[in-house]
C-alpha cells in the first residue's frame, strides 16, 4: 500500500497545530462535562449515556433513516449520526440510545 503525504510548509504545521490545541480543548471540555454531568435531566430523558452526550460529533446534514438496533423499528434523523437503539429499546434494557453502552 502506498500512502501519499499532503505536502507540508510552516503554514500547514501552524494550521495543524491550532487543531490539535482545539482537539486538547474539546477533551478537557469533554472530560470536566463528564465529570460533572451539568445537563443529566436533559440527558437521561434523552437516554443518551455521558459520552454520546457531551462528545461533539460531526455529521453530515442529511435526513437519514434506519432502523432500531434491537426492535427494528423505523428511525428517521435530521443527520447522519443515528441512534442505534429507539427510545422504547433504551429505557427498557437501560442503555443508551445512540451507542448502545450502558447508561450513567
Ligand atoms: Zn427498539
Ligand atoms: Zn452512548
Sequence with gaps: MIHKNKSWNEKEKDRITIRNNWYVKDIRKLLNEIDTDPKKEKRTQRHICKLCFYKTVISMQAFTDTQC??????????????????????????????CGGEMN
Design 69 to 98: 438496533g434491537k426492535c427494528d423499528k423505523k428511525m428517521t434523523f435530521s443527520n447522519s449520526d443515528v441512534n442505534l437503539l429507539c427510545d422504547d429499546c433504551a429505557e427498557d434494557s437501560n442503555s443508551c440510545s445512540h
